[in-house]
């Protein structure tokens, strides 16, 4: 089994500037494919980024682009999410997801990490 913990969710000023952080044990990190979600209060989970096994490919939701960066460090089984010039609209519980190279389904997931960002 993957197991993901995702951090460095807080609150913080619109306008400000977050890294969630995603830290992978009990497989090796490398072969996956990762990616974040979030779920605000109220409404379905939705997809935010994500980013190829080898870090070569990344892709955005429109809300997020220009704003956020995915990045991984598979030395350090890690996968970041650098969010800057944050929204109230970005208030959420943010998720680290993970799914085998082929797989349509992300199969593995974190607990979440609350961002709250205040007007």
């Known amino acids: 089994q993957l197991q993901l913990v995702e951090s460095g969710g807080r609150s913080v000023q619109a306008g400000g500037s977050l890294r969630l952080s995603c830290a992978a044990s009990g497989r090796t990190f490398s072969p996956y494919t990762m990616a974040w979600f979030r779920q605000a209060p109220g409404k379905e989970r939705e997809f935010v980024a994500t980013?190829?096994?080898?870090?070569?490919?990344?892709y955005g939701t429109d809300s997020v682009k220009g704003r956020f960066i995915i990045s991984r460090d598979n030395a350090k089984n890690t996968v970041y999410l650098q969010m800057n010039n944050l929204k109230p609209e970005d208030t959420a519980v943010y998720y680290c997801a993970a799914k085998n190279r082929g797989n349509a389904a992300y199969n593995y997931w974190g607990q979440g990490t609350q961002v709250t960002v205040s007007s």
């Open positions: 980013i190829s096994w080898n870090g070569d490919s990344t």
